[in-house]
């Protein structure tokens, strides 16, 4: 799964500039262009990273920062801000306030992105790393390749996002419904029991001649790769 990235930003050029090359990069992106838009998803998503301008409408960036971050909402994901504030003090008041990187307006972009990356690979290596491995299933995510020790494994698109989302989860259940969240999206109306059709589907590609089950069921739980490694 690609990491999630939420633009709060009420510039409609600007919006669209960085809408356009998270995706390019690889990241899933959503947009809001007022703090009151960006808590309604902020509410109902889950998100890896928070991108937000200091100069919002009715409610700066940076009290929103601020009250996210004293009602101990959201305390591990990373807020890069924007602005065009570049004095020291401001630089001081905005990582003070819960940011924590800060980019003065007009930028770079690929300094941006280089930015992005950093503060994900701290809290959350799962989603930037390219290779994901647990046992001898290794996940190439460049190659959009899988395989088992040394054999490839031919997986439909629904079937590489499941075994990339338990892979991202390795050693955390994961029930049904957060699966389908990061497999589908959670708008999706999507019922349980197809997750568990497609769980088959994975286990069946996955398991060969005596190859043991690399995905454990936990009743009235969910599904977890097996701590064995597979």
């Known amino acids: 799964m690609p990491a999630r990235i939420l633009v709060i930003e009420d510039d409609p050029s600007l919006t ?27 509410s109902e998503q889950s998100f890896d990273l928070l991108v937000l301008d200091w100069m919002l409408p009715e409610m700066s960036g940076i009290e929103l920062c601020s009250s ?13 801000m924007l602005t065009a504030r570049g004095d020291e003090t401001d630089r001081i008041r905005g990582l003070t306030t819960g940011a924590d990187d800060y980019v003065v307006k007009p930028f770079s972009v690929p300094e ?42 031919n997986l439909g698109p629904t079937e590489y996002r ?9 050693g955390r259940v994961l029930s049904r419904g957060q699966l389908i969240d990061r497999v589908w999206g959670n708008t999706a109306e999507i019922d349980e029991r197809t ?12 398991i060969r001649g005596d190859d043991s089950d690399p995905i454990r069921t936990v009743r009235g739980a969910g599904y977890v790769l097996s701590m064995d490694g597979g």
């Not at 500039?17 to 960006?38: C, F, H, I, K, Q």
């Not at 996210?68 to 890069?80: D, F, Q, S, V």
């Open 162 to 170: 499941l075994l990339e989302a338990l892979m991202e989860a390795t």
């Open 68 to 80: 996210l971050r004293r009602a101990g909402k959201l305390p591990t994901m990373p807020i890069l």
């Open 16 to 42: 669209e500039l960085l809408d356009y090359n998270l995706a390019a990069a690889g990241y899933s992106v959503a947009t809001a262009n007022s703090a009151e838009d960006g808590q309604l998803l902020l």
């Open 112 to 153: 941006l992105l280089a930015r992005l990356k950093a503060l994900l690979r701290r809290s959350a290596p799962e989603r930037v790393n390219t290779m994901l491995t647990h046992g001898s299933v290794m996940l190439d995510r460049n190659a959009h390749r899988v395989t088992r020790g040394g054999r490839e494994v």
């Open 195 to 206: 997750i568990d059709v497609h769980i088959g589907r994975l286990r069946k590609a996955l």
